[in-house]
């Protein structure tokens, strides 16, 4: 288990940069494998719906997002008059190619009269590894022990 | 025991104990106190938004010169609420509170609530009160703290 918040000051810089505060350690997950990627999220207002949309890519002047290391849900909230926390965990299956530091956003979208709203950006959160390999397996010699 | 023309009277506590709280429908409203109990006050908020739990509490006072059994029943429109406890015990001139909580529904609403004596072999229908509850606006959409706290493998 990983925590993205931080409590120090360069946590809060981060945050105002766009850009998240990195896991102390970085997951390694192989093809084939899902990533449970939990948000949370503060809302008051009417009842509203729309999709949030979770992706692991590389980030350089924009998020390239990697086709194969999504996923998009629908997401509800309210009726609510006061603040209220939403703990929203999205399963993103982890396909296509293998490689390294890849990073992470998801952005709330879809909602009727409200802009598309996005996390900071994790960078370097996530390796991603093949799977396991055998070759040339075969009995190489056999004798009296 | 006093007397009430036409109304049946309360059964004493002790001399009959109701096997449960009034069931079913209402009828007429009563107009200022009933004859054996009394609504003396509904709290609850005078407006509420959509989804918003509302609390309400609900204050009967026996007017009868003994203990009695007392109940309420609430209804907003339409929707029956069941008040806890399902009746009770009162002395005389004593008064007892019921509570209930409900869901705000979509729109205004007007909240009535009738009182009940047992009588020894019924629930009668004794005194009504309605209040209105307002429907409060939410604010507008609004997102704060948006984040991941969190990620694993599955």
Do not use: C
């Amino acid at each position: 288990m990983r925590n993205l918040y931080a409590d120090t000051v360069e946590g809060i810089i981060s945050e105002v940069e766009g850009v998240g505060v990195a896991p102390s350690g970085k997951l390694t997950v192989m093809i084939g494998d899902t990533v449970r990627v939990t948000h949370t999220v503060r809302y008051r207002g009417k009842s509203i719906s729309g999709k949030i949309h979770t992706a692991f890519g590389q980030k350089d002047t924009t998020f390239n997002e990697d086709g194969n290391k999504q996923t998009e849900i629908p997401v509800s909230f309210g009726p609510d008059s006061d603040w209220k926390t939403y703990t929203i965990p999205v399963d993103v299956y982890i396909g296509g190619n293998t490689g390294t530091n890849y990073d992470l956003y998801s952005k709330l979208m879809s909602l009727p009269g409200v802009t598309d709203i996005f996390t900071p950006t994790y960078l370097n959160v996530l390796d991603v590894i093949g799977a396991p390999e055998f070759q040339d397996f075969k009995i190489t010699d056999y004798s009296k022990a | 025991m006093e007397i009430n023309q036409g109304l049946p009277p309360p059964a004493p506590v002790g001399e009959s104990t109701p096997p449960i709280g009034p069931q079913g429908g209402r009828g007429i409203a009563a107009i200022a106190a009933g004859a054996y109990t009394d609504i003396v006050a509904i709290y609850g908020p005078s407006e509420a938004a959509y989804g918003d739990t509302v609390n309400i509490q609900v204050a009967i006072k026996n007017l009868a010169t003994y203990a009695i059994y007392i109940a309420a029943t609430g209804r907003y429109n339409g929707t029956d609420i069941t008040l806890s406890p399902e009746y009770a015990s009162v002395p005389a001139g004593n008064t007892y509170s019921f509570t209930a909580s409900f869901t705000m529904p979509n729109k205004k609403i007007t909240l009535d609530i009738w009182s009940w004596y047992w009588t020894g072999s019924e629930w009668y229908q004794d005194d009504h009160e309605a209040v209105s509850i307002q429907l409060k606006a939410l604010p507008s959409p609004e997102f704060s703290s948006f984040g991941v706290s969190d990620y694993s493998k599955t």
